[in-house]
């Protein structure tokens, strides 16, 4: 059974603090990995990875992908309170947008 | 450009009653997909489709139907609504299978 496993739970730190992000998975179709932020309404794309240790980087924010390990980590620099929200890793293991996703971590950063 | 659009944003039903989630997008995008969110559980795959007159089951399709009769819109049916069904449900599109799925707001869902 395909499953995706994301840790901690939820987190809570103080602005400006370092976070990291964990995701592991263990599908039969590996096709790619994503991020999500959810801030109480639809989950907003972040990363997208397909290749092992090619880290992608955005601002603050950046993930790599492990593909013989099996995991990703998404890492947040500096943090700040916008950062607040659900954090999601999904698995696309399909023809198309059939997606295995962890329950989130819970992200909050406190002034 | 709106992207993708989900009606209602709210709904109440009766258990048995019968209704259908309205999915959109602008985006000309072939694939798009019903998710369902829990508490505690993440989104889970209901149906998908990977183009007009294609759809496919997901993880958990029981209780519900899709067609696609045009590539801008998946609706999502709902035959005879149980209280198992209370839920965010949010539809989701992208382009092709190599590019990031776009989300719609949701339409929370509470049957009783």
């Known amino acids: 059974e395909d499953k995706v496993v994301q840790s901690p739970l939820s987190l809570v730190v103080h602005e400006g603090d370092t976070v990291t992000l964990n995701c592991s998975y263990e599908?039969?179709?590996?096709?790619?990995l994503l991020w999500y932020k959810q801030e109480k309404k639809a989950p907003t794309f972040l990363f997208m990875l397909?290749?092992?240790?090619i880290e992608k980087k955005s601002g603050r924010l950046s993930s790599i992908l492990d593909k013989k390990e099996l995991f990703s980590i998404l890492n947040i620099t500096a943090t700040q309170t916008g950062d607040s929200a659900v954090y999601l890793c999904?698995?696309?293991?399909?023809?198309?947008?059939?997606?295995?996703f962890g329950t989130g971590t819970s992200l909050t950063v406190i002034p | 450009n709106a992207g993708v659009t989900q009606t209602p944003k709210f709904q109440v039903l009766k258990t048995g009653q019968s209704m259908t989630l309205q999915c959109a997008q602008d985006?000309?995008?072939?694939?798009m997909s019903w998710y369902r969110q829990d508490p505690g559980m993440g989104l889970r795959l209901i149906h998908y489709?990977?183009?007009?007159?294609?759809?496919d089951q997901g993880e958990v399709p029981n209780g519900y139907n899709v067609s696609r009769s045009t590539t801008e819109d998946f609706p999502l049916r709902l035959l005879s609504a149980a209280p198992s069904q209370t839920s965010v449900y949010f539809c989701?599109?992208?382009?092709?299978?190599?590019?990031?799925?776009?989300f719609g707001q949701g339409t929370r869902l509470t049957v009783v």
């Open positions: 989701a599109s992208s382009y092709d299978r190599n590019t990031e799925a776009f």
């Open positions: 599908v039969t179709n590996f096709r790619s």
């Open positions: 397909t290749s092992s240790g």
């Open positions: 999904a698995v696309d293991v399909g023809t198309g947008n059939q997606f295995y």
């Open positions: 985006m000309n995008h072939e694939y």
């Open positions: 489709s990977v183009g007009a007159g294609i759809t």
